[in-house]
């Protein structure tokens, strides 16, 4: 006899629940691989851009396995697809530690960004329609979506684009959480600003343009300071009113 008592989620296959977090991340430095020897084939690339590109990859699963919800077992599609835009983050880390080959093939790379940047839209509607969005989800994309700004600002002081100004477009993020440490108050959730979400597709938008290999250093640094200026102002418009709710309660 069917016990009915069981959730109907507890009946769902084996395959519906998806392979644990710890293989899929193993899985996921398995297209690490074959992405490098496809580049490698493809761009003749260094050989030393698998340890480099394997290493930013295994840190950001690191990472990932220290912030795991020990309740959940699998990442869901969203989170795969976040994941897969990791990749090809750690794709564009990694070759930075090789400028040459960087100067030779920016475009390749500038596609390669791109891609990432059109996945980060992916993995919110799937998150939709897939009902897997989660906290960690969505803390996932958001400290993805950082370290994939301060790396495209990094790449652009490797290709002598511009100077090292532009890390404070990278670096804006890591400090408003650093301040959080000092100031409880600016840990307070945020309301949803399309001004914000703008603000963010702008930057990253600007920063690729900047690493276009037919833009030069004077029309990179005029774009790049004008989403920095937005930046600053969007900043400053959520640390006022953070500042301005911070006794309330929540």
Known sequence: MRDSSRPPQARRPAWAHGLPAGMELLA???????????????????????????????GMALI?????PAARRWLGWANRVTLLRAVLIALLAGSMAFPA????????????ALLALCLDGIDGWVARHTHSASDFGARFDMELDAFFIMVLCCALIVLDK???WVLVVGAMRYTFVAAGHAWT?????????????????WQVASLLVALLPWVSSF???????????LLIYSFARDVVWLYHHRHMGG
């Open 28 to 58: 996921g430095l398995g297209l690490v691989g074959l992405l490098v020897e496809a580049v490698q084939w493809r761009l003749a690339a260094p050989r030393g851009l698998g340890w480099s590109v394997g290493g930013v990859y295994l």
């Open 64 to 68: 990932i396995l220290w912030a795991w």
């Open 101 to 112: 080959f960087m100067e030779r093939h920016v475009l390749e790379m500038t596609w390669v």
């Open 162 to 164: 511009l100077g090292g």
């Open 185 to 201: 108050w600016l840990r307070r959730p945020l309301f949803p600003s399309l001004r914000r979400k703008a603000v963010c597709v």
């Open 219 to 229: 029309w990179a640094a005029l774009c790049v300071g004008v989403a920095l200026a």
